[in-house]
C-alpha cells in the first residue's frame, strides 16, 4: 500500500487549497478514505472520510461548510478541498486508509495558513 499526498503549500488566511493523495498497491475502489491533521505540537486529528464509492461522506466540525472530500476511483485517487482557510489549520494533512489488521498513512503535506 501507498499513499502520497501533495498539494500543500502557503496560502492566506481565507485561502484555499486542494489537496490530492494517490493510491496504489490495493484495490481503491474497495476501500474507504480518510484525511487526518497534525498540527505542530499537537495530536493528530481525523478531519473528513469517505466511504468506498464516494457516496457518504463524513466532516469534523471545526471543518464542516469548509471542506470538502471526494474521490476518483478511476485515477486512484482522493482530494481535500478546503475553502476559508485559518492559520490554525496550519498543519501536515495525511491521507489514510484501513484494513482489517492496519491502518495506512502517507507521510503527509505540509499546509501553512499565514499571511
Known amino acids: 500500500v501507498q499513499l502520497v499526498e501533495s498539494g500543500g503549500g502557503l496560502v492566506q488566511p481565507g485561502g484555499s487549497l486542494r489537496l490530492s493523495c494517490a493510491a496504489s498497491g490495493f484495490t481503491f475502489s474497495s476501500f474507504a478514505m480518510t484525511w487526518y491533521r497534525q498540527a505542530p505540537g499537537k495530536e493528530r486529528d481525523w478531519v473528513a472520510g469517505?466511504?468506498?464509492?464516494?457516496?457518504?461522506?463524513n466532516y469534523a466540525s471545526s471543518v464542516k461548510g469548509r471542506f470538502t472530500i471526494s474521490r476518483d476511483n478511476a485515477k486512484n485517487t482522493v482530494y481535500l478541498q478546503m475553502n476559508s482557510l485559518k492559520p490554525e489549520e496550519t498543519a501536515v494533512y495525511y491521507c489514510?486508509?484501513?484494513?482489517?489488521?492496519?491502518?495506512?498513512w502517507g507521510k503527509g503535506t505540509l499546509v501553512t495558513v499565514s499571511s
Open positions: 469517505i466511504n468506498s464509492d464516494g457516496g457518504t461522506t
Open positions: 489514510s486508509t484501513r484494513s482489517v489488521v492496519r491502518q495506512y
